[in-house]
């Protein structure tokens, strides 16, 4: 019963899906503003959602139907068990399982393998090439993501991320430190990668290759892709916050803080997309294997000296 | 693995019906396939059975950016016909509005360049600053696109002195705007990496497709017809032809974004320098003859040619928009290229179908082109069908050169 109260009401479907409507909205409303627009009203992605819920699914003739269908409701699976791992270790600390950071890790990588499955299914030229671009950020991105979270790792001595939070609450936020500063720095960047957002949204890349992997989704199928990816904007920002920045604290003046925090993770991001073109493939792979894993490798070189 | 890539007929990129087959392996283009059509309207035929002031409300429907070099270069074709010079006013405002429009259509081009690499901050900075530009032309014309100014022998409308000051200032305020266009260009190091060395054409490929305006300056070939062959006012004026010299989609945007500042500057000096006076010769007929007109579009010469037998109508009206010559450099440009930089290499032409269709014909899926010498062919094939039905001796050109199959 709580387990079921936990994933699909809090910290799951509900009121992760709520946090992510608003910041959807926060994203679209900031995006717009910054393009001398108005900007869409609070609900709109809702509305949107609701919409696309209410359409026909359309399926492609050619590939295969049951993993064309399945890839999104994986997807979006994977990023609520993620989120009610993290709200678990901030909320009970005591409840977390060793190398629950590892596990975490994986299922937020788990909806751009949904992307490429679902892509490669529909058997379409064009999401084939939005499958191939995916994999090859995600091979990008995900070393110098995983090498900046070993940076609390070696601080704080713990795989599992109640570990971090409790070092973090005796020794200060890891993002206190060089080596921390350095690595959260790495790991914004490979956050605007996870969530799909210029100058990195080249699996997509709606004016080259029509949304790429999603070009054949249409309906409730589509609905759940958008829903995933609107999911992603609380949940990555959040975990970030848990292992680099206190997490949300235990007072009131400590969660508001942390609603700050995520806050601000997700301006960067909005920021960053709007004074950005889109990165080709390569410069994109360029990127993350030389600076950002350089950045974070030093970074671990640090932690391992202690500063 | 080889595919196909299809960008059109309809497409995010592209904002009229066209398509383009992408051959790729893995992202890299190996072959283009250009097919357009789409968008055939048959203008040139429309034209014949048009009086002349008629012709020149026609090709301003031929596309909604450059709908005043259409008419422009109509009229002076008409002119040219007629063998006649329009008051020395009516000359100033042509330039004006032929000037607010490249401003307006390269802007147009920035945003949705912008927009094709992902940037849509700069596709809405850039629209936003074109809105003044239109603001304008509806102050001056009372149309914020087809402004109906031209005329052959002079302009519809004439500018009033009390807008004069406000239009001044309004370009006043979009300067800053389009500086920093100039600034980001120059800067942006992301910028740098998604326009430079892609799609490179060199002067070479230039003389090969025969490109024309800013796609040809891009790449150091100076031509210009505002200063080759001076028309309208541009010879009283102070301003310089812009040239770039990689010939790469970054060379094309700067080429772009500087012709913006000489076009304000043509703009500023031509308000100035108003000469007071008619603006209209009042045309009442066209003597039998040819002429040629010719503009410097946004994206190129625009050139008109009519044929006169001294009736109402002209018996042949010929357009060549310039994006029908810069057209063919995608197959030069993206070949080699990825699929990412190839739909900005396409975009990067600032392609305009409308201006460029030709009629196709497509039967049971296959398609064939007709060109000139065939609609002749068709043409007498069907005069000599018609004379043997009557039992009427065509005439004996006719005859001697008819159908050759």
Excluded at chain 2, 338 to 364: F, N
Aim: aromatic share 8%; hydrophobic share 45%; proline share 6%.
């Amino acid at each position: 019963m709580t387990l079921l109260f936990n994933l699909l009401i809090f910290p799951g479907l509900l009121f992760t899906g709520f946090a992510g409507g608003l910041l959807s909205w926060f994203d679209r409303k900031l995006s717009a503003r910054l393009q001398w627009r108005r900007g869409p009203v609070w609900f709109q992605p809702f509305a949107d959602l609701a919409k696309l819920m209410g359409k026909e699914t359309i399926l492609p003739a050619e590939g295969s139907r049951p993993l064309f269908l399945f890839a999104p409701v994986a997807g979006l699976a994977a990023v609520l068990v993620a989120s009610w791992i993290i709200w678990l270790s901030l909320l009970r600390p005591e409840m977390g399982f060793v190398g629950d950071l590892i596990a975490v890790f994986y299922l937020l990588s788990v909806p751009a393998l949904a992307l490429i499955v679902g892509g490669s299914a529909s058997a379409n030229p064009l999401a084939s090439l939005g499958a191939g671009r995916e994999i090859k950020l995600l091979l990008a991105y995900e070393l110098p993501l995983l090498l900046s979270l070993l940076v609390p790792v070696v601080q704080a001595g713990s795989l599992r991320l109640g570990g971090i939070l409790a070092h973090q609450s005796a020794a200060g936020s890891i993002a206190g430190s060089w080596s921390g500063l350095l690595a959260l720095a790495a790991a914004v960047l490979c956050q605007q990668a996870k969530l799909g957002l210029p100058p990195f949204d080249i699996a997509e890349a709606e004016t080259e290759i029509s949304s790429g992997p999603l070009i054949e989704y249409s309906g409730p199928p589509l609905a759940l892709f958008k829903f995933t990816k609107m999911l992603m904007l609380p949940v990555m920002p959040l975990f970030l916050v848990t292992v680099f920045w206190n997490g949300i604290g235990s007072s009131l003046g400590g969660h508001l803080a942390a609603v700050a925090k995520v806050l601000a993770l997700v301006t960067a991001a909005v920021l960053i997309k709007n004074t950005n073109p889109r990165l080709r493939i390569d410069q994109a792979v360029k990127f993350f294997w030389g600076p950002v894993t350089i950045l974070a490798a030093s970074a671990l070189l640090l932690a391992l000296f202690g500063l | 693995m080889k595919t196909i890539i299809p960008i059109g007929p309809y497409h995010p990129l592209q904002e009229e019906p066209e398509f383009f087959e992408l051959h790729v392996e893995g992202e890299r283009v190996e072959k283009l396939v250009i097919r357009i059509g789409y968008n055939h309207r048959g203008i040139e035929k429309l034209a014949e059975s048009k009086t002349y002031d008629q012709v020149i409300f026609l090709v301003e429907r031929i596309c909604g950016i450059c709908s005043t070099s259409h008419p422009i270069a109509a009229a002076n074709a008409l002119e040219d016909l007629a063998g006649i010079r329009a008051p020395e006013r009516a000359l100033y405002i042509r330039t004006v509005i032929g000037e607010l429009e490249r401003l307006h259509s390269h802007l147009l081009w920035l945003g949705l360049a912008g927009h094709f690499i992902g940037y849509n901050t700069l596709w809405m900075w850039a629209w936003k600053a074109r809105e003044p530009v239109l603001d304008i032309m509806e102050r001056i014309s009372g149309n914020r696109n087809h402004y109906a100014m031209m005329k052959a022998g002079g302009v519809r409308r004439d500018l009033k002195a009390e807008d004069i000051p406000w239009v001044l200032k309004t370009l006043d305020s979009i300067k800053p705007d389009i500086d920093l266009f100039h600034k980001a260009l120059d800067d942006d190091p992301v910028l740098h990496l998604r326009l430079k060395n892609v799609g490179v054409l060199t002067p070479e490929d230039i003389a090969v497709t025969g490109a024309l305006g800013p796609t040809a300056r891009a790449s150091g070939v100076d031509i210009d017809i505002r200063r080759d062959e001076p028309y309208a006012a541009y010879d009283r004026v102070e301003w310089k032809v812009i040239v770039g010299s990689a010939g790469d989609v970054f060379d094309k945007a700067w080429v772009r974004v500087l012709e913006m500042k000489e076009s304000i500057g043509i703009i500023e000096q031509c308000l100035r320098a108003l000469p007071p006076g008619e603006i209209d010769l009042r045309l009442k007929e066209m003597p039998p003859g040819e002429g040629i007109g010719r503009h410097e579009a946004p994206r190129g010469e625009c050139f008109h040619y009519v044929l006169s037998d001294g009736s109402s109508c002209p018996v042949r009206y010929k357009i060549r928009a310039p994006s029908f010559m810069n057209l063919t450099t995608n197959y030069i440009a993206a070949r080699g290229e990825t699929v990412a930089d190839a739909t900005l290499i396409l975009a990067a032409v600032d392609p305009c179908y409308c201006c460029t269709e030709r009629m196709a014909v497509v039967s049971g899926g296959r398609r064939r082109t007709i060109d000139g010498e065939r609609l002749v062919e068709i043409s007498r094939r069907k005069t000599l069908r018609l004379a043997s039905e009557l039992g009427v001796e065509p005439e004996s050109t006719l005859k001697k050169n008819g159908p050759r199959s």
